[in-house]
């Protein structure tokens, strides 16, 4: 869409607004703002307002068909004068490549508007000013007067609110949008799309076909049903949230004496070593001895508890404070050019390219309730710290001025993510779905250690979001089922490492905006990939047992797809042996 006034020259896409889960970006030139366009995430609808823009020009040579509200072909020639149109677009968007996809689109504007056909191009001309135009993307073409009808209510914010039923641990979230009716007589409630980990634990209505069955947008995360109304919520069951297992008494083949020995060997390892000058492996070294202060605890063990303790609370005021550039790395900052708190180091491209933050706050946050929970006197000394990492990455706050409302959480979409900005053609990224489960499990106890409840619904709300995603997008475990969503798409763990035997693949290494992919940035090996969802080994992860038939699948499916790998390997003469036996066995 080129608006006629347009300097293409200086021409540029600003950021004019936003709200939980839309955007409102603005196309403009040195002089003007030439057209504002709307996004909500679940909306088929895009919506455009052009100011003192009179006339603009669509331009597609994929245009097949151009159709009224009876669905029949106009513009052939010359002009027509009306308030809506259809547009056919066909394309190549398919796995072959060929030119047979069919999309559809629905053109709601001001009475008096013309349409001109202009070779490949149409023109559009308004009759006045301050004019607009929504474009609904239908699923087929005979739903153009639904998408018509309800084309005039122009979505001006979005709200997402949760709700936690303490009394029967349960997590509703709500979503809601507004909207402002441009054209008087029209309908103003607007369609919202729900994605399968929403509409799978909600009770809101669906738009349906004659067929009885849900009208559907097939998407490359899932089946998007289509929810006619400017509101609806999903809840989820909390099954609670423990820092480490208790002693498992009643296992016939655990030794209490090989636990003590594991214990000592691991604090006399622990004791001599335990600074690393990267935020991320410091929490790497971090978790074990925050999961030793634990089991030591429970062994009795008082005497080693209390020394780890102390190491973990060394390494927590280290990094938590600042004694000047001789204390390189061993700090947090809060980067004016991101307006986030960012660490130096290795970092994982954290103060490059804001990537990973609830990856590596996790890392401090949840060792930061555990020694909280021994020691009153941290969280006075340096629990505003703790939080200022918490609101960097998972802020609950809509109204704070210095950090963001959930910097990683897709609120709509139910995960997080990853990837920073996101300059990605196939959007943002995560690989991790565990240490995201992590960062959540450790607001949750930070929210019970310290008595805040705002905190502790947020990391409920979080985990159980995440979870949930998880379960759909990471490992679909709904496939074959009553519930399937087609989350994947069809050939996807078809002939796995080029084995005709191998037709299964039960997991994705990482999910993107727009795809999924079975490799890591790291390995390519089946253990990472699939092991890169199970760390750190915490009870936060107790939720890949909550459906035991269908982990156990997953992990036999897995045994057959490294035997694939392996194979392959071996077919060329190379050598990736399997590993990560301290997460998989």
């Not at 607004?17 to 504002?36: C, I, K, P, R």
């Amino acid at each position: 869409i080129l608006p006629e006034n347009l300097d293409t020259d200086t021409a540029c896409d600003k950021v004019a607004g936003y709200s939980d889960f839309s955007v409102t970006a603005q196309l403009a030139d040195d002089d003007h703002v030439a057209m504002t366009s709307t996004f909500v995430k679940g909306s088929p609808y895009i919506y455009n307002e052009f100011g003192d823009t009179e006339a603009f020009t669509i331009s597609s040579s994929s245009i097949t068909s151009i159709f009224d509200g009876n669905g029949k072909e106009i513009l052939a020639s010359g002009s027509v004068t009306t308030d809506h149109i259809g547009l056919e677009i066909t394309d190549d968007d398919n796995k072959d490549k060929t030119k047979t996809s069919k999309s559809y689109y629905c053109l709601s504007v001001p009475e008096g508007t013309v349409f001109k056909k202009v070779g490949n191009n149409i023109k559009v001309q308004f009759a006045n000013k301050n004019s607009y135009m929504s474009v609904g993307t239908m699923t087929s073409k005979d739903q153009i007067e639904k998408f018509y009808k309800h084309g005039y209510a122009f979505v001006d914010k979005t709200s997402v609110t949760y709700n936690y039923d303490d009394d029967n641990a349960k997590m509703t979230s709500d979503y809601k949008v507004t909207t402002k009716v441009k054209r008087t007589g029209f309908n103003d409630t607007t369609f919202m799309c729900m994605m399968p980990h929403q509409w799978k634990y909600s009770d809101a209505s669906y738009k349906k076909a004659e067929s009885g069955k849900a009208l559907i947008y097939s998407s490359v995360h899932g089946d998007l049903r289509i929810h006619e109304g400017n509101e609806f919520n999903y809840t989820q069951k909390f099954n609670g949230i423990i820092p480490q297992y208790t002693t498992p008494d009643e296992s016939g083949s655990y030794d209490i004496e090989w636990m003590y020995a594991y214990l000592k060997q691991f604090t006399d390892s622990a004791l001599k070593s335990y600074w690393v000058a990267d935020p991320y492996w410091q929490g790497k070294k971090s978790h074990p001895i925050t999961m030793g202060i634990l089991i030591a605890d429970q062994l009795g063990e008082y005497e080693t508890r209390d020394k780890l303790i102390s190491v973990l609370r060394k390494i927590m005021e280290n990094w938590l404070t600042y004694d000047g550039e001789e204390d390189f790395p061993y700090y947090m900052y809060y980067h004016t050019s991101w307006d986030a708190v960012s660490g130096d180091g290795g970092d994982h491209g954290m103060a490059i390219n804001l990537s990973d933050h609830h990856f590596l706050w996790a890392y401090f946050i949840f060792p930061a309730a555990v020694l909280a929970s021994y020691d009153s006197q941290f969280v006075e000394d340096y629990g505003d710290m703790v939080e200022l990492l918490i609101r960097d990455a998972m802020n609950p706050d809509k109204d704070d001025e210095l950090l963001p409302y959930m910097r990683n959480f897709d609120v709509y979409e139910g995960h997080s993510w990853a990837g920073g900005y996101g300059d990605n053609n196939s959007g943002n990224n995560q690989e991790s779905a565990s240490e995201a489960t992590f960062a959540w499990a450790g607001l949750y106890l930070w929210g019970l250690v310290t008595g805040n409840n705002t905190y502790r619904d947020a990391g409920i709300w979080g985990y159980t979001s995440e979870v949930d995603a998880i379960e759909q997008y990471w490992f679909n475990m709904d496939a074959g089922t009553e519930l399937d969503s087609n989350n994947w798409a069809p050939g996807y763990g078809t002939d796995v490492y080029g084995d005709e035997d191998c037709d299964v693949l039960p997991y994705t290494g990482m999910v993107w905006g727009l795809g999924y992919t079975n490799g890591t940035y790291f390995s390519g090996n089946p253990c990472c990939i699939m092991g890169i969802h199970l760390l750190p080994v915490t009870p936060a992860i107790t939720y890949m047992g909550y459906r035991k038939n269908t982990v156990d699948n997953i992990w036999n499916q897995y045994e057959q797809i490294q035997k694939a790998y392996q194979k392959k390997l071996e077919k060329n003469g190379e050598s990736d042996p399997e590993g990560w036996y301290h997460i998989l066995w």
